[in-house]
């Protein structure tokens, strides 16, 4: 399966330059703890970072920083993994584990922001595949139990 066939396509973001008293009025608005952070290209909005709200807390509130003046590229983990949409949702899973990230954006061949895969989204695939697979073994058992009939 492709990351592109689950990645969720509205993507809560922010820019670079934007302050980050913007960045938690839009997650509070969107009711996330995350915005990807984008810079305008020619190709669009490409994905530079990602800011949270442990971000805005840590690196701003409790350093004594004021919010209302720090931008948001300031205080962004710079370290940005994504994948793209081709990549093999395997492959994704093994890169958020290895990095310890939680979220993955996903770009296009381009370089633009595409969507956005979670732990969350990845937990209920493989929780819809485990119930699948409670499905067959059910089947079976209830086909031998009729053919011993």
Do not use: W
Not at 42 to 69: A, E, F, N
Not at 126 to 148: P, Y
Request: glycine share 8%.
């Amino acid at each position: 399966m492709k990351v592109g066939a689950i990645c969720k396509r509205e993507v809560a973001y922010v820019h670079e330059s934007a302050r980050v008293s913007e960045a938690a009025r839009l997650m509070r608005e969107r009711h996330v703890g995350s915005l990807v952070v984008v810079r305008e290209r020619d190709k669009g909005r490409v994905p530079v970072g990602i800011v949270t709200d442990r971000d805005i807390v840590v690196g701003v509130l409790t350093t004594g920083l004021d919010y209302k003046t720090v931008s948001v590229g300031e205080i962004m983990g710079r370290d940005l993994v994504s994948a793209r949409e081709n990549d093999e949702v395997l492959a994704a899973f093994k890169a958020m584990r290895r990095r310890g990230i939680r979220r993955l954006p996903v770009v296009s061949e381009s370089g633009e922001l595409a969507g956005i895969v979670t732990v969350d989204d990845l937990l209920g695939i493989v929780a819809e595949q485990f119930g699948d697979l409670v499905k067959v073994i059910s089947a079976e058992r209830s086909r031998e139990a009729r053919a011993r009939v």
